[in-house]
């Protein structure tokens, strides 16, 4: 499975972003998948995952009511939308299963001015 990111940008705080990631391969569907961030210097961290059939969702605490993670597994496609955007939401933002099995993407840069 390759995984593509998109989405990312630079956006004043309280805005909000679309994140999109898309997989190719057939096993997309049947994982568990996830949004992970990275800022600099700290480690990456899981911020949103899915079940594969999209009916149970967890969140961090540090995003949780402002961040919400969808699927369509007919598209192999996984989404972030991030509201209320903060500064400290400055990250590349990655998927992958959960736990990770696939090789990681790009990522794409979200970037959170005051």
């Known amino acids: 499975v390759q995984l593509v990111e998109s989405g990312g940008g630079l956006v004043q705080a309280g805005g909000s972003l679309r994140l999109s990631c898309a997989a190719s391969g057939s096993t997309f569907s049947i994982n568990v998948m996830g949004w992970y961030r990275q800022a600099p210097g700290k480690q990456r961290e899981l911020v949103a995952r899915i079940t594969s059939g999209g009916g149970i969702t967890n969140y961090a605490d540090s995003v949780k009511g402002r961040f919400t993670i969808s699927r369509d597994n007919a598209k192999n496609t996984m989404y972030l939308q991030m509201n209320s955007l903060k500064p400290e939401d400055t990250a590349v933002y990655c998927c992958?299963?959960?736990?990770?099995?696939?090789?990681w993407g790009q990522g794409t840069q979200v970037t959170v001015s005051s």
């Open positions: 992958n299963a959960v736990p990770p099995m696939y090789h």
